[in-house]
């Protein structure tokens, strides 16, 4: 008998094991490949924590991996050395969350850690906002961000509200490796652990907390006001924890008219009118388009389930909607946002923007063009946190904003992770704010580009399910590491940056970066929560059009050698 089958017959027998997770197991007791899939592994504790489908299974998200996860992190919070350690949660509108976040809420009591638990779901950033109010250990969301609905996660948190960084991972790790059966987990009751106080139940006060840090980083409340009457928003929280407060966050500087696309409006763990619900894709927009249409709608903005993601649409030179994408909305608010506090004179000498390697060159020329400093960090917001707390600490830069290509942005200090609803508020108060100026979103990115370069980006991935799509990922970086190329459509291939080896003082990771003698770059970068590898490009041209052949010669390249 193989070791999967093994695994696979311990948990079929073991009396630890609930009958509803037998009965699911046994139902596929003919199906080998199923078996294999569900225990070949123990669901990775990677970038940001557990994320993976629902089911039974080491390599599935369950009690029983979320029990692990969580003993692992109360050992964790244990050994920091505070006298009574805390760790704050929060879920989403997915399957199974709520009971995934009680689950962790009982092992955290059951070894004396105390839970604060949002009595409903919430978004992602305002459990890292609530870590730092309440001076927690760590902090636990259970998601999986813009997944598919099989898909749910666990992200955790460390006490300064981000998430943890390869050090502090490794440790629960570490940890959780040395859990042996689930004889390991400690757990006890949900009213033996209110009756104790290891259970406490959060609600509105740390909502109101929590939105007034988030409006506190308005721009131009005053022009908000000034134009409500006339300024009209379309909002999708796609199912998720961003309906209440995008539309409170939005109301409270002055907003008016904000239309809610009502099929999308209450939470829906199958996220049933999208086919992903990620803001990120075009799809995903298609009812609000409608509704925008319908009202002649300024802007679009949409959240992620969790709302840590904010993609937006504006109108374009011709009155119909195009789709910004995260580098666009990026440097957008990037501008927007010095752009105001230099106005104020309230820019500081010592500003700094923080990005990833894998996010386009263009805020950062806008940021520099400022006068403020650029931080590249590796992919994962994580990373932008850390930053904040060392800044914090040591004085030597003042956070202005950190963003990701992959729709993720923070401005204000009040959290340590991406915030959609601070987003969401920043790119409708900016709308806001040119259009009293005669100018649309659409107008402003046109002027930066014929200011600061055409720049032109593009993400392409490839999924490959299963062990043999992980070793298959395996090779194709391998092979890319031993032949990289020297010459792409005429153009030297001037740099290749392999992130695995450590470099420019960043943690190591399995990515790479290639970089030309034009300044065009491109970089494959396998994902940390979900098996797939995705490719990145950017270009930077004199013209639109220029910077679209650049990026189509260029993807065109990698693709072909990929599918060799």
């Not at 009213?191 to 506190?216: H, Q």
């Amino acid at each position: 008998m193989t070791r999967v089958h093994e695994l696979y017959e311990k948990w079929v027998q073991d009396p630890a094991i609930d009958e509803e997770t037998k009965k699911e197991l046994i139902s596929i007791a003919e199906q080998a490949k199923e078996i294999e899939d569900r225990f070949y592994k123990d669901l990775e504790f990677g970038t940001g924590g557990l994320r993976g489908v629902i089911g039974a299974g080491t390599n599935r998200m369950n009690i029983y991996t979320v029990g692990k996860a969580t003993q692992a992190l109360a050992e964790f919070a244990l050994n920091q050395g505070v006298a009574n350690p805390s760790v704050v949660i929060a879920y989403d509108s997915r399957h199974r969350s709520p009971e995934f976040a009680l689950e962790a809420a009982l092992v955290l009591a059951g070894n004396g850690v105390k839970a604060y638990v949002f009595e409903s779901l919430r978004p992602t950033p305002e459990l890292s906002f609530a870590v730092r109010e309440l001076n927690a250990s760590a902090g636990v969301v259970v998601t999986a961000s813009h997944n598919p609905p099989e898909y749910n996660g666990y992200k955790v948190y460390g006490a300064d509200g981000g998430q943890l960084v390869p050090q502090d991972a490794a440790e629960v790790l570490a940890n959780i490796q040395k859990i042996e059966g689930f004889d390991g987990v400690k757990k006890i009751s949900r009213s033996e652990a209110e009756e104790k106080g290891l259970l406490e139940w959060l609600g509105s006060e740390m909502d109101e907390k929590y939105l007034a840090a988030v409006t506190s980083v308005s721009q131009h409340p005053e022009i908000v006001k000034q134009t409500s009457g006339d300024f009209r928003i379309v909002f999708t929280p796609l199912h998720g924890t961003g309906n209440k407060p995008v539309r409170e966050a939005l109301g409270r500087i002055g907003f008016e008219q904000v239309h809610i696309v009502k099929e999308q409006e209450h939470p829906d763990s199958n996220f049933s009118t999208v086919k992903s619900p990620n803001p990120e894709e075009r799809e995903a927009f298609t009812l609000a388009l409608q509704v925008a249409r319908e009202t002649n709608a300024d802007i679009i903005v949409g959240t992620d389930p969790d709302a840590d993601r904010m993609g937006a649409v504006v109108k374009d030179d011709k009155g119909d909607y195009f789709v910004l994408t995260g580098n666009q909305s990026g440097a957008i608010i990037v501008n927007y946002l010095l752009g105001s506090l230099q106005e104020r004179g309230e820019l500081p000498a010592n500003g700094v923007v923080i990005k990833t390697i894998v996010t386009s060159e263009m805020g950062a020329v806008i940021a520099e063009s400022y006068g403020a400093k650029v931080l590249n960090t590796l992919t994962g917001f994580k990373y932008i946190g850390e930053k904040m707390t060392e800044f914090e600490s040591t004085g030597e830069y003042q956070f202005l904003f950190g963003y990701e290509e992959s729709y993720g942005y923070l401005a204000g200090t009040y959290a340590r992770d991406k915030d959609a609803i601070v987003a969401a508020m920043l790119i409708c108060e900016a709308a806001a704010y040119y259009k009293s100026q005669g100018k649309t979103l659409y107008d402003v990115l046109q002027e930066l580009y014929r200011t600061h370069g055409y720049f032109l980006e593009k993400l392409e991935s490839k999924t490959l399910k299963g062990k043999d799509g992980v070793e298959q990922i395996g090779r194709m970086m391998e092979d890319w590491r031993a032949n990289p190329p020297e010459v792409i459509e005429g153009i030297e291939v001037a740099e290749v940056e392999d992130y695995s080896k450590g470099i420019q003082g960043l943690p190591k990771e399995n990515v790479l970066k290639f970089i030309m003698k034009d300044g065009s770059w491109f970089c494959l970068r396998p994902s940390g929560t979900e098996p797939k590898i995705k490719f990145y490009f950017a270009v930077k041209g004199t013209t639109g059009e220029e910077s679209a052949e650049k990026l189509d010669q260029l993807v065109r390249f990698v693709l072909s050698r990929v599918e060799q």
